[in-house]
């Protein structure tokens, strides 16, 4: 007893300095935030947050393009959020979350114990709402002064928002590794799928990445991200979110994160660029970057994709033409496992489906993963002879494992394995130079040996129809395609060069090179304009010019040897005469020629002024090359190329529109023309974007642009008709394989097939292709604008039309139909067998030919039948 009564007075003086203990912490508490609540930022502003969201770029139908900016972050709602995700959260982060006010007492008891323990901040005791606190108004220092900040904003952030808004604020800006903000984010860069489609224990993966995004991260350190995972899940289960069979069974999930970029839709590299950097231009960087700006372009993205193909295609041909120049390196494979020959698997001739149905992929899921001390599968070991290869466009890296009589085993960068057949590879004659290549292979091992690295790409095989891999290599020539609305002047595809990976210059709009005979037509509108016909007759003859400034005579010369002495105009074009193109332009002068190309819009200032005009030694980009075509597609309309169609914030608000363009059939242009681009693209309806009124700032969307006629409408109808016989009967016959009557353009190609070019159109379409290399070198012999640029456009032409009907400019009036006789261009008498017809502008009629014909019987022969 005598204890217990001596014991009492220390029982009340503890309780006493317990009570003062605590009335102090609360006067210290209070006293902070009195002090600090005034000098902190106003939590209110929390409910207008607005989080730092990149560019994205979209075609005309809603398909990803791009994504510009360091942060990739896709905001989403509470109710957005999966209800196991956010338990998982709250287990790893915050149990008591929805019973706290803000603060959790025992977790900053906790924490004050191990400061004074440890003499540092371990733990930090800090709940959701304080690390909203941190994330939106504080940095990360580690200080008393920032620990009580956050109390007194967490707090204040209680008081103005729901659990529910904290949390959906918390998910949407926390860092969770790899550029990636918040859980939609997460989801899309570890697993490639939105949160909504994800297993739970990626869920617990995910939900493990806030406390240390490096330290747990599934990609880098995936044992620790699975001991992290498994301890949420076991913690989910502890607090009865699940039960324990379903976190046995989460647990034994493999780890499945692998690295997603941000993934187009469609393959536009350039013309997104393009898109960056005018977005850059209007708006700032830090805009542009940061504030969930979506910008809408013109591309169509079907359009895009066969102009892609097209151009690999092409230059994949030209490589072949031009011979095998070995693989891109080897490797030594003498110490590498043995692998079965794929032979063995009954692997002969197969195509890549049936191989990987019988030998699996290298994967990273830890079930299929070996022992930590067994050695790594074969294929494995093979595959890594390939790492640090970059990508390469449409190209896919192997190594030679093995060669055979009629195949070559590979090991693809995957792991998987493969065969590479003969006939596959039988193009492969030896590189000599431009102009030559070696004896044809007869064999598998005449083309690539064991530890060859080496290039493929998928093909359709001829015979069989089926998907097989073919040899490739990175071809060094390039090449450019772009293509134009002609009424509107809307970029509708854009392909700027091979791979923008392996080469950021832009041919389309960088890249100035002479048009060889793809000019001539600007010079022979030149001439008609001037009062010359179809019929008028020029001499195809050899001609020298005499020039004080040249150490010898200019002698020009034509492609071939032949020489076609007085030859219509009409006939030269489709033949690509130089020397009735040069006599032309001396005809029409010089400075008369220049304001007809100043009227096509070309950039005359950089263009010499001498009759090498008249052989395209004009150097012009293949964007201003499409843009003057455009005018001989739409009726004689001189269009602007343009490619941003609207700017929405990320909310919807219209920023910006591009205006109509209408063109103006006569002088007051009352309304809009059939074929104009309207709000939101072609009446097609192939873009999602709503009528509007306004802009989100409340100006309203801008006029239209209304263009007047540029030219005399008979005039580019005569050069119209005279480029479709280009397709049909001159040096782009082989585009008339594809079967329309609308075609036309021009070929051209520079000296010493350094240039090649095809520019063409119908009145729907118009595309430009360029061919070359970027140091100016030959082709080689052969390889002029017929050979190696116009593959390339019909094969993106025949998928781009595929669905246009045919269709003409309509002929205007003041256009008469004459026989004439084909030898003198004059009208012909009656009975002439060499009568044929041509169209004239009415005031241009030739006078008839009266020394040649006797009367007799008139020539039956239709005007359509003329071409």
Not at 406 to 415: F, H, I, K
């Amino acid at each position: 007893m005598k204890i217990k009564q001596l014991s009492n007075p220390w029982v009340r003086r503890l309780g006493l300095l317990a009570l003062a203990g605590m009335a102090g912490t609360i006067m210290v508490l209070t006293a902070a935030y009195l002090y600090l609540a005034p000098q902190l930022p106003p939590t209110a502003a929390l409910k207008q947050v607005e989080y730092q969201i990149p560019l994205r770029v979209y075609a005309r139908d809603g398909k990803l393009l791009a994504e510009f900016g360091e942060k990739r972050r896709t905001p989403v709602t509470y109710e957005q959020l999966p209800k196991r995700f956010v338990q998982a959260v709250l287990a790893a982060e915050d149990k008591r979350f929805f019973r706290h006010g803000g603060v959790d007492l025992k977790g900053l008891m906790r924490a004050a114990l191990e400061l004074l323990w440890y003499q540092d901040i371990r733990s930090g005791g800090s709940t959701i709402t304080m690390q909203v606190a941190r994330n939106f108004f504080l940095g990360r220092e580690q200080k008393f002064l920032r620990k009580f900040n956050e109390i007194v904003l967490a707090l204040e952030i209680e008081n103005q928002l729901t659990k529910q808004e904290i949390l959906e604020l918390y998910l949407n800006k926390i860092y969770l590794g790899h550029r990636a903000y918040g859980a939609e984010a997460a989801a899309q860069v570890y697993y490639g799928r939105s949160i909504s489609e994800l297993s739970l224990a990626q869920w617990a993966m995910i939900a493990g990445l806030p406390k240390a995004p490096s330290a747990y991260n599934p990609i880098s350190n995936p044992e620790r991200a699975r001991t992290r995972r498994d301890w949420i899940l076991g913690q989910m289960a502890q607090i009865g979110a699940i039960d324990d069979a379903t976190r046995d069974a989460a647990q034994k999930e493999p780890i499945s994160a692998s690295y997603h970029g941000p993934a187009p839709d469609v393959e536009a590299a350039y013309i997104a660029e393009m898109v960056r950097q005018e977005m850059v231009a209007r708006y700032g960087k830090d805009n542009t970057y940061t504030a969930g700006l979506e910008a809408w372009t013109t591309l169509d993205s079907q359009l895009q994709t066969a102009a892609v193909s097209a151009v690999r295609a092409g230059l994949h041909e030209y490589d072949e033409r031009h011979g095998w120049r070995g693989p891109m390196d080897s490797r030594d494979v003498s110490t590498l496992p043995e692998l079965v020959p794929l032979s063995d698997f009954g692997v002969v001739e197969a195509t890549p489906v049936e191989v990987t149905d019988k030998i699996a992929p290298v994967t990273d899921d830890a079930a299929a993963a070996p022992a930590a001390d067994a050695p790594p599968p074969p294929e494995r070991t093979w595959a890594e002879q390939l790492d640090g290869i970059s990508v390469a466009g449409e190209l896919t890296a192997a190594i030679v494992s093995r060669v055979a009589d009629s195949q070559a085993d590979l090991v693809l960068e995957d792991g998987t394995r493969d065969a590479l057949l003969f006939s596959q590879m039988q193009w492969a004659r030896p590189f000599l130079s431009q102009e030559s290549v070696g004896a044809e292979p007869q064999k598998p091992a005449d083309v690539v040996a064991e530890g060859d690295i080496i290039w493929l790409r998928e093909v359709t095989d001829e015979d069989t129809g089926e998907t097989v891999w073919r040899l490739a290599q990175l071809p060094t020539v390039q090449s450019a395609l772009v293509s134009l609305a002609p009424r509107t002047g809307a970029i509708r595809a854009l392909v700027g060069g091979y791979s923008f990976n392996r080469s950021h210059f832009n041919r389309v709009i960088q890249g100035q090179r002479q048009a060889g005979s793809a000019f001539k037509p600007f010079i022979y509108s030149s001439a008609l304009l001037s009062g010359l016909t179809p019929a008028t007759l020029v001499n195809d003859a050899p001609i020298v010019f005499e020039d004080s400034e040249l150490e010898t005579a200019w002698r020009p010369t034509g492609a071939g040897s032949k020489f076609y002495g007085p030859t219509r105009i009409r006939e030269a074009l489709y033949r690509s005469l130089n020397l009735v193109s040069i006599r032309l332009l001396k005809q029409v002068g010089i400075g008369n020629a220049v304001d007809t190309l100043n009227a096509f819009g070309l950039p005359t200032q950089r263009f010499p002024r001498d009759l090498s005009l008249a052989l395209g030694s004009a150097a012009v980009t293949p964007l201003e090359l499409a843009t003057a075509y455009s005018t001989f597609a739409n009726g004689g309309f001189v269009i602007q190329p343009w490619f941003l169609e609207r700017v929405e914030s990320h909310d919807g608000k219209l920023l910006y529109q591009a205006p109509d363009v209408l063109l103006c059939q006569s002088e007051d242009c009352p309304q809009a023309d059939p074929g104009s681009e309207m709000e939101g693209g072609d009446e097609d309806g192939k873009t999602s974007a709503k009528p509007r009124v306004t802009l989100a700032n409340g100006d309203p969307l801008p006029a239209p642009t209304r263009l007047q006629r540029s030219f005399d409408a008979r005039v580019i109808w005569l050069m119209d008709s005279m480029l479709k016989d280009v397709v049909r009967r001159g040096t782009a016959y082989r585009a008339s394989r594809l079967g329309r009557g609308d075609l036309a353009g021009k070929t051209g190609t520079t000296n010493d097939q350094v240039d090649a070019w095809f520019s063409g159109y119908s009145p729907a379409l118009v595309a430009t292709v360029w061919v070359g290399f970027d140091d100016p070198s030959t082709l080689g012999r052969g390889e002029y604008g017929g050979r190696a640029a116009l593959p390339i456009w019909m094969k993106y032409m025949e998928k781009a039309l595929a669905d246009e009907p045919e269709q003409s400019l309509p002929q205007p009036s003041g256009i008469t139909t004459a026989r004439i006789n084909k030898e003198t261009g004059k009208r012909a008498r009656p009975g002439d067998p060499d009568g044929i017809f041509e169209y004239f502008r009415e005031e241009n009629l030739p006078e008839m030919d009266t020394n040649l014909g006797e009367p007799g019987t008139t020539d039956s022969t239709a005007p359509e039948q003329l071409f």
